[in-house]
């Protein structure tokens, strides 16, 4: 079966870093997807990997290894309004995402 | 510029009752979907539309129909709600004749619950 595994929930400090980790296991690899969701609101699209190594993008950095079947997703100088769930996705050969649950990202003080 | 819409906000709903969920971009992307997403599972794809004219089944399809007479509307029809449907339902449409990423663009979402 397909699978994208992502940790349910994860606190950070404002200013900080945090690593939202991703291993997927899925029947074929078109792209892996980042997106944003504020609760109550829609999925925004953050970053995207097809190729191994760091894809950096202002404050947050994406990175990908094929071989192990692993993403993270890498957020700097963390703001109160990063607070919001990260969903992880990977194109599969039908070219359809398939979504982990996401991760809840909450920020403290 | 609206990028992806979707009508009604939110709804309540009798089991057994017929709904009709819309969903209108004006992007002319050619691909277009309907998710649902439920406390602690990821979004799961309902119907997809790769063209107007065509689509096709996603993961979980028993209890929905789709219709795609033209690139801007993709309407998501409830033949007969059941009491699981309740959920918060995404329409979503990418560009996949592009290049690029062919991103998903999401609608503001549809939350459904049905008593």
């Known amino acids: 079966g397909q699978n994208i595994d992502q940790p349910t929930e994860m606190t950070a400090t404002e200013g900080a870093i945090v690593q939202i980790n991703c291993t997927y296991q899925?029947?074929?690899?078109?792209?892996l997807f980042w997106y944003q969701q504020h609760a109550g609101e829609a999925p925004t699209f953050l970053s995207y990997?097809?190729l191994d190594g760091l894809e950096e993008k202002g404050r947050f950095s994406s990175f990908l290894s094929r071989s192990k079947g692993y993403s993270y997703l890498l957020l700097k100088e963390l703001q109160m309004k990063d607070s919001a769930s990260y969903l992880c996705?990977?194109?599969?050969?039908?070219?359809?995402?398939?979504w982990g649950a996401g991760t809840k990202l909450i920020i403290k003080p | 510029i609206a990028g992806i819409t979707q009508a009604p906000t939110s709804q309540i709903l009798a089991a057994g009752r017929r709904m009709t969920l819309r969903c209108t971009q004006d992007?002319?992307?050619?691909?277009m979907y309907w998710y649902r997403q439920d406390l602690g599972l990821g979004l799961r794809l309902i119907h997809y539309?790769?063209?107007?004219?065509?689509?096709g089944k996603g993961e979980v399809p028993d209890g929905y129909s789709v219709s795609r007479a033209n690139t801007d509307d993709f309407p998501l029809t409830l033949a007969s709600a059941v009491p699981s449907q309740t959920s918060v339902y995404f329409c979503?449409?990418?560009?996949?004749?592009?290049?690029?990423?062919?991103?998903?663009?999401f609608g503001p979402g549809t939350r459904l619950t049905v008593l």
């Open positions: 979503a449409s990418s560009d996949l004749a592009g290049g690029g990423y062919n991103e998903q663009f």
């Open positions: 992007m002319r992307h050619n691909a």
């Open positions: 539309s790769n063209t107007a004219g065509t689509t």
């Open positions: 899925t029947s074929g690899f078109n792209g």
């Open positions: 990997n097809v």
């Open positions: 996705a990977v194109r599969d050969s039908d070219y359809q995402l398939i």
